[in-house]
Each structure stands twice: as structure tokens, then as C-alpha cells.
């Protein structure tokens, strides 16, 4: 993707990766827009990487949804980059009984809600020269880590919801991206201080190098073993049976 002069929307950018990725790109020259539930975390980003702007989302409501796209929309028009990166994670018993509230909660958060959210902004995305939708998935989408069995189901289905929307979306303006980091060190599951996962500054240093270039698929050196489980081809099968099913139903 291009990474100067874009209007771009990052959730989840009070901490963590989305915190890196909006300070990063903010200082390529790009207008970013942090959105997260904490006002108070938002303001602290904001403090001190002047022009950025904060909104207040919660992604796992819909109407909250409803109401930050309008207003992007409306004060934001330029608006051309949508990163969905707001997400959470949570150890379960995927060999026992599932805490439903925890469940669903997941599910809403790092499933619907990124649908739902692009679901509001994509027709306005699609007028937009050098538009982009990109999804924090991660490395756990492709090999799951049986602890956080929900969570890393989450992330394969929003990976396979990817796939299908790069394909509705291939005769438009509108690139999509997947981002799949590998274990990162940040707030998720404590891992802040956790030695064997990736530091958070390296992550984003090597993030945004892949961004720049016409890679679909974000992936750092530590996230490519996970990705090749289920082969580099994936994206080709998906577009193939796509478009003889169409070709199908069409006849």
C-alpha cells in the first residue's frame, strides 16, 4: 500500500500494535485516526503525536459502530485506509465448559466487529483512490494455540472472511490486507515482558516495510512458518473456486 498521504482509521489504537501501527504511519506523513473504548488512553496517544485524532468505539456495538462510520464520513471524507486492529484475547477450556459471556464477547469483538465496522465504510471506501481494508489477524488463525482455542478461531475465520471479501472486492479501488503477527509483546495475555515473543518496535519496523510494498498477506520473518500450514497457494484455490462457482450459479 501507499504509506504517505492516506486518511487512515486504525481501532484499537490506544495500546499495542494499533498504538505502533498509528504512530508509525502518523510519522510517514499520513492523517491517522485512533478510535478505542478508553478515552483515556486515546488522549495519551494523541498527546503526544500532535495532528493525530482520537474517537471513542466500541467495537463489540453496533451502534457504536454505526454512529463513529457516519461521522467519519462526514468529518473525515478523504478517509481511504481502514485498518480493523482492535481485538481481544483470553485463555479458555476448549476441553472443558466454555465460559459463554467470554465467548461471545470474543466472538463479537474480534469477529463481527471488524465485519460489521467495514461492512459501514467500504461503498465509501470504494470511491476512494488507493483504498485499503486491513485486518490484524494472527499467526495463532493458521496454527491455533489450544488455550485460547476461541480466540484463535476468531482469527481463522476473519482470515477466510478476508479471502472471500479480496475476492468481491478484485474489480474495485479497494486492496484488502491481512496483518498476522506472531506472538508480539504487548498487553494481550501479559506478554508485555514475555522473552520468547517479538518486540513490539521490531514488529512494527518490519510491518510497515511490508506494507509498502503490493504484498497482501503482512507477514513478519516470525509469523512465516505458521503461515505455510496451509500453503502459499491458499489465495489462488479461493479465486479459482470462486469464480467457477459464480460461473456456475450465473449459467
Not at 97 to 121: E, F, H, K
Not at 124 to 139: E, F, I, P, Q, R
Request: with cysteine; glycine share 8%; aromatic share 4%.
Amino acid at each position: 500500500m501507499k504509506l504517505i498521504g492516506n486518511t487512515i482509521f486504525i481501532t484499537g489504537g490506544g495500546s499495542g500494535i494499533g498504538r505502533g501501527l498509528a504512530e508509525a504511519l502518523h510519522q510517514c506523513g499520513n492523517k491517522v485516526i485512533i478510535a478505542g473504548r478508553r478515552r483515556s488512553r486515546l488522549d495519551e496517544v494523541v498527546a503526544v503525536n500532535p495532528g493525530m485524532v482520537a474517537i471513542e468505539l466500541d467495537i463489540a456495538d453496533a451502534a457504536s459502530i454505526e454512529r463513529v462510520a457516519a461521522q467519519l464520513i462526514t468529518d473525515h471524507p478523504d478517509l481511504n485506509v481502514l485498518i480493523n486492529n482492535a481485538g481481544i484475547m483470553q485463555p479458555d477450556q476448549a476441553g472443558g465448559q466454555i465460559d459463554d459471556a467470554s465467548m461471545v464477547s470474543t466472538i463479537t469483538t474480534n469477529l463481527m466487529g471488524p465485519i460489521r465496522l467495514t461492512s459501514a465504510l467500504v461503498e465509501h471506501l470504494k470511491s476512494k483512490k488507493d483504498a485499503v481494508v486491513a485486518y490484524t489477524t494472527s499467526a495463532l488463525g493458521f496454527v491455533p494455540l489450544a488455550v485460547t482455542a476461541v480466540y484463535s478461531s476468531t482469527k481463522a475465520a476473519l482470515h477466510s472472511y478476508i479471502l472471500s471479501q479480496r475476492f468481491m472486492l478484485r474489480d474495485t479501488q479497494v486492496r484488502v490486507l491481512e496483518i498476522a503477527p506472531p506472538w508480539v509483546r504487548t498487553d494481550l495475555m501479559n506478554s508485555r515482558e514475555a522473552e520468547l515473543a517479538m518486540p513490539l518496535d521490531q514488529f512494527i519496523d518490519e510491518t510497515i516495510s511490508v506494507l509498502g510494498t503490493d504484498a497482501d498477506e503482512i507477514l513478519v520473518e516470525g509469523a512465516k512458518l505458521f503461515r505455510g500450514n496451509p500453503g502459499p497457494g491458499e489465495q489462488s484455490l479461493v479465486n479459482g473456486f470462486n469464480a467457477q462457482m459464480m460461473e456456475m450459479f450465473a449459467g
